[in-house]
């Protein structure tokens, strides 16, 4: 008996038209995105824009779905393909698709209610594997504004002396005028740490940020001692109750820079956007530092995500 997998990669499915994202996409995907308001960092266009070097991500549109390709050492994987409509058609497309690499339909990045529309769609015929180094970190809003409570003690300390030591700080909202300075920041702060690991996609990354900023409708924040700038961040409205922070950047040897400017731009948020309940700082992609930096804010929820692979029969 044919399998049906085999079957799948002999449709005769038209080729996905699969092509890496533009700024000209943002109005298209962002109404498929608002679609599914999803709170995962995944379903996002900018980091869809400004991470497509590191795994070669492409998209499409199929129907009323987005479908997403990215690329690991030549082998493809895909990510859910969030939006309205049939979703049977969508999957065999993909699945002939990884099949044109001789390989199965491999979909990472999946939430409990993708995976739960994948098994009423597909029972069976998909292998479900929790990945943790890829789940969202999310805290509520209430919390990084007041860092009330035991737990985050130390946080509220490393601001005081950070206080005591710098009385001439200040904290304004990042600007077109003022992006220069926090692009040369980077770069010093970047020349600090060469040998951590995703640097040179991470740099890659910041720059496309910095020269779309306007157009990806992005926000942030920065810190100043006296004229020199010390830490910034940058983050954007996620789903209607998310805030998805993208890069946070301090100079480490500055006692308190790290908190302060996340307190800071945490405030900024609620002012600006009151409602607002969550803030997502993405994944620790199994990295010890960035672990160990975002559990010590205590995250309020995981998100949690799946890898599927198609099962052969």
Not at 124 to 137: E, I, M, Q, T, W
Not at 185 to 196: F, V
Request: glycine share 4%.
């Amino acid at each position: 008996m044919q399998s049906q997998s085999s079957c799948l990669t002999q449709c005769k499915q038209p080729a996905i038209p699969f092509a890496p994202a533009r700024l000209a996409d943002k109005p298209w995907i962002d109404r498929t995105l608002r679609l599914e308001d999803a709170p995962s960092a995944d379903f996002c266009f900018t980091n869809i824009l400004i991470w497509d070097d590191r795994f070669r991500q492409q998209v499409a549109a199929l129907g009323d779905r987005l479908a997403f390709k990215l690329m690991s050492n030549g082998i493809p994987f895909y990510a859910f393909p969030v939006g309205r409509g049939d979703l049977t058609s969508v999957i065999e497309a993909l699945a002939q698709n990884a099949a044109t690499y001789g390989v199965p339909l491999e979909i990472r990045g999946i939430l409990e209610k993708h995976r739960e529309e994948l098994e009423a769609t597909f029972p069976g015929r998909f292998d479900f594997a929790l990945a943790p180094d890829s789940f969202d970190y999310v805290y509520e809003i209430e919390k990084l504004v007041t860092l009330a409570g035991k737990k985050l003690h130390a946080k509220r300390n490393h601001i005081n002396r950070f206080i005591e030591n710098n009385p001439v700080w200040s904290f304004e909202p990042i600007t077109v005028r003022t992006l220069p300075a926090c692009a040369l920041m980077s770069c010093e702060w970047s020349h600090q740490h060469q040998n951590q690991v995703n640097f040179y996609n991470e740099i890659d990354a910041l720059r496309k940020t910095f020269e779309n900023f306007d157009a990806l409708g992005l926000e942030g924040g920065l810190l100043r001692l006296e004229d020199r700038v010390i830490a910034f961040t940058i983050g954007e409205q996620l789903n209607s109750d998310t805030y998805i922070i993208h890069f946070e950047k301090a100079f480490s040897d500055i006692q308190g820079a790290y908190p302060l400017i996340n307190r800071e731009f945490a405030r900024y948020i609620h002012e600006k956007h009151p409602h607002i309940r969550y803030i997502n700082r993405e994944e620790d992609m199994g990295i010890e530092s960035l672990q160990k930096a975002k559990r010590s804010y205590y995250p309020d929820l995981m998100i949690e995500k799946y890898t599927a692979v198609w099962r052969d029969q």
